[in-house]
Nanobody, 124 residues
Framework: QVQLVESGGGLVQAGGSLRLSCAAS????????MGWFRQAPGKEREFVSS????????YYADSVKGRFTISRDNAKNTVYLQMNSLKPEDTAVYYC?????????????????WGQGTQVTVSS
C-alpha cells in the first residue's frame, strides 16, 4: 500500500549535520503517521521521531530532541530528518516508517510499512 525509500545517509564527523529523505508512494498519506527509527550495531531498533502527514504535528525521542527536526513536503510526498550536532552514538541504520496510527503510538507500536534503511556513521 505504501512504499518508502530512504536516502541521504553517509559518514560525518561528530558535531556535523546530515539530512535524510524518505520518498513515499502508493496509497494516500493523508491519515498516516510518518517517522524514523534507527538500529545501532548490537542494539534493537528504536524510535527516533514521527510526524502527522495531515497536521504536521511532531514527536521526538528524548535522545534527539533539540538536535533533530522532522518535516514533510506534501507536494513531494517526502519526509525529512534534519540531524544536527551529531554524536557517535547516533551511528545506526535509519529506517523510514509509516502507519495508520497517531504519532505517539508509532513510538510504542512500530509501523505498518518500512523503508530499506540508510546508514549514518558519525566519527569521533
Amino acid at each position: 500500500q505504501v512504499q518508502l525509500v530512504e536516502s541521504g545517509g553517509g559518514l560525518v564527523q561528530a558535531g556535523g549535520s546530515l539530512r535524510l529523505s524518505c520518498a513515499a508512494s502508493g496509497r494516500t498519506l493523508s491519515s498516516y503517521a510518518m517517522g524514523w527509527f534507527r538500529q545501532a550495531p548490537g542494539k534493537e531498533r528504536e524510535f527516533v521521531s514521527s510526524i502527522s502527514w495531515f497536521s504536521g504535528r511532531t514527536y521526538y525521542a528524548d535522545s534527539v530532541k533539540g538536535r533533530f527536526t522532522i518535516s514533510r513536503d506534501n507536494a513531494k510526498n517526502t519526509v525529512y530528518l534534519q540531524m544536527n550536532s551529531l554524536k557517535p552514538e547516533d551511528t545506526a541504520v535509519y529506517y523510514c516508517a509509516a502507519g495508520l496510527m497517531t504519532i505517539t503510538d508509532m513510538r510504542g507500536r512500530g509501523a505498518d510499512y518500512w523503508g530499506q534503511g540508510t546508514q549514518v556513521t558519525v566519527s569521533s
